[in-house]
């Protein structure tokens, strides 16, 4: 038997009755789609929605770039599990995907992209926001989505759909290849009838899998482990997505194991767990990276290892051993490890077993370490003045004062990533939700409403600075729209505080980081623009509050966090020059300056920085 729809007909069909299942628990593949429509997808993908509205929930997006963030935050708070579609015109609507495509791919997470393309059968040519080149015929701009796609296919013809569509779900579902997946859509193609085999539309399950780790593999991970006499475990995003949170717990319960985290992995234990020690690398805690310094054996479970974690290199001792535990081959075999290849979960029981009941005592100055670190966050936050203006990390103090598990943290970029790591008491395995793979300003917002539809009923916060918020505030309308109680807090600081300090620290003078009027000698000197982004939010739909006191707030947070609307707390940051800051970085990061220059701040930070890279090791 067969079932004559068009292209788009037969793709929206297929992709309502895929699903991912593990542990037993079934989940849709692809839950939602995002849209924006132009001639590109509007009578293909669009009519197919419209066609047969009830297998399908659609999102109205308005940027193509935030409708990906969107997706990849649900995606996350999905534990990959389940992912959402993301459907634009050709030309521009396309181009716009692949900066969210490269956010997804370079932190694994699904999302399925469908942009419009141009003309398979060439009636015209070019036609309308074509790219039209002169030494090929074949080339569109999609072809920029396929570096960073984790799967690319162009379906040129209706019955291509079949493999394609099938290709495209193994991707998704697969832990160890999942990313963005293009299927790009020739807008002629979409619109095209076809018969199409019954089969193609029944029920599939793309079962997740759990891989054991291979018994030598195992044998000689126990043996490393054993053998060790300052052994920490590095856990990272790798342990969330596996759900393996109870079984690392067991690990450094039974062993004694101290664990530090990475910015994907912190929260796979409490915070004020005894074997917890804070994060690591260079926005980590001095308790984590002195354990770092002097370990003889790391144990890395679910980590890529970025710079951030190994500190550019220069971390982690010359004659360290490493024990890598990933269900990615690729990553078990980084820094000369003894790879462990196997999901996360099951590899910790695994070790675990293996391990049986060797244990050594966590050194005795690690408790003390810690008490000292958590006085520092708390000489941080402290708020001597309740009616002065709140510096970054007072802001955080007061939220910190507020919530519970329930709530969840959103950020991706600028100074609050190294002041989230450094500084907040994550308290549920969920709550900490800093995209620092590909760090993208502009991620958060839209990634918020992907978080709310993946965990409705929960307080969802999207922290970011006015940089952040200049890039891409458009979502706010769909949270408007979609009735989606946002609680978006600005911190104006009036620049790029983040990369401000890391040119001075590199003797580029913080030049052009500042948001300033421009002065008579071409400089940035002038006063501050007057810009009001709470005026703008409000102008999107959003209700807004204007603390200017410490004590404001407290009642502002306290209001928001209690809302049922979007709402936007909006707030004016002092930079902490009479009251204490966050803990500097704790470690290096490798940030290349100028070899040769004539003004003393460059010839300064060169000095630091030879010191610095002198320092790197390559475990091999």
């Not at 609680?487 to 500042?514: M, P």
């Amino acid at each position: 038997m067969s079932i004559r729809l068009t292209v788009a007909q037969a793709l929206v069909r297929f992709l309502a009755v895929q699903h991912t299942e593990r542990d037993g628990e079934r989940h849709r593949l692809i839950a939602a789609t995002w849209g924006i429509f132009g001639h590109g997808n509007v009578a293909g993908i669009g009519q197919a929605l419209v066609e047969d509205p009830a297998p399908m929930t659609f999102h109205q997006g308005r940027n193509e770039q935030a409708m990906v963030h969107a997706a990849v935050g649900y995606a996350r708070q999905s534990n990959r599990l389940s992912a959402h579609a993301v459907t634009t015109s050709i030309g521009p609507g396309a181009t716009n995907l692949v900066t969210g495509a490269a956010l997804a791919t370079v932190n694994h997470l699904p999302v399925l992209l469908l942009p419009g393309d141009t003309f398979a059968t060439r009636p015209a040519d070019p036609v309308l926001q074509q790219l039209q080149l002169r030494h090929t015929g074949d080339v569109s701009v999609n072809d920029c989505l396929r570096p960073v796609s984790a799967y690319f296919d162009r379906i040129g013809r209706p019955e291509a759909l079949i493999p394609a569509a099938l290709a495209a779900m193994r991707v998704l579902a697969d832990p160890v290849e999942t990313g963005a997946v293009t299927l790009a859509l020739p807008q002629d193609v979409q619109a095209e009838a076809y018969d199409w085999p019954e089969e193609f539309f029944a029920d599939r399950i793309w079962r997740v899998r759990r891989p054991r780790p291979d018994p030598a593999e195992l044998d000689a991970a126990a043996a490393a482990v054993r053998a060790a006499r300052r052994p920490l475990i590095v856990a990272g995003g790798g342990v969330r997505y596996s759900g393996a949170e109870e079984a690392l717990r067991a690990l450094a319960e039974r062993t004694g194991i101290p664990v530090a985290t990475t910015q994907a992995g912190k929260g796979v234990l409490p915070y004020d767990h005894p074997r917890e020690t804070g994060g690591i690398g260079h926005t980590g805690s001095s308790t984590a990276n002195a354990l770092a310094g002097a370990a003889d054996l790391i144990l890395g479970v679910g980590t890529r290892y970025t710079d951030f974690t190994t500190a550019s290199g220069t971390l982690f001792p010359a004659d360290a051993r490493f024990v890598n535990l990933n269900i990615a081959g690729f990553d078990a075999h980084k820094l000369g490890a003894l790879p462990l290849v196997a999901d996360a979960r099951e590899g910790l029981a695994a070790l675990t077993a293996a391990l049986g009941d060797h244990q050594r005592e966590p050194a005795g100055w690690i408790s003390a370490d810690k008490r000292d670190w958590q006085e520092r966050i708390d000489t941080a936050y402290a708020v001597p003045d309740e009616d002065a203006r709140p510096t970054q990390a007072q802001v955080l103090g007061v939220l910190d004062t507020l919530v519970d598990g329930g709530d969840i943290l959103i950020n991706a970029a600028g100074s609050l990533p190294g002041d989230l790591h450094r500084l907040w008491r994550t308290r549920s395995t969920d709550q900490y939700h800093v995209e620092y793979g590909y760090s993208c300003m502009g991620y958060e917002i839209p990634a918020a409403l992907g978080v709310l539809l993946a965990a409705p009923g929960r307080p969802v916060w999207a922290l970011v600075g006015d940089g952040t918020y200049l890039m891409n505030p458009t979502e706010i309308v769909t949270a408007v729209q979609e009735r989606l109680p946002l609680r978006l807090v600005i911190l104006q600081n009036h620049g790029y505080a983040s990369i401000g300090g890391l040119s001075e620290a590199v003797g580029a003078e913080r030049y052009g980081t500042d948001y300033r009027h421009r002065d008579a000698d071409g400089g940035f000197t002038g006063p501050p623009l007057p810009v009001d982004l709470g005026a703008n939010a409000a102008s999107l739909g959003m209700r807004v509050l204007r603390p200017r006191t410490v004590r404001d707030l407290r009642e502002a947070l306290t209001d928001a966090r209690a809302t049922t609307v979007p709402t936007c707390v909006y707030v004016e940051t002092e930079t902490p020059d009479t009251v204490s800051g966050p803990p500097p970085a704790q470690a290096w990061w490798d940030v290349p300056v100028a070899e040769t220059s004539t003004r003393p701040s460059a010839v300064k930070a060169r000095e630091e920085y030879d010191r610095h890279v002198t320092a790197r090791r390559r475990h091999l």
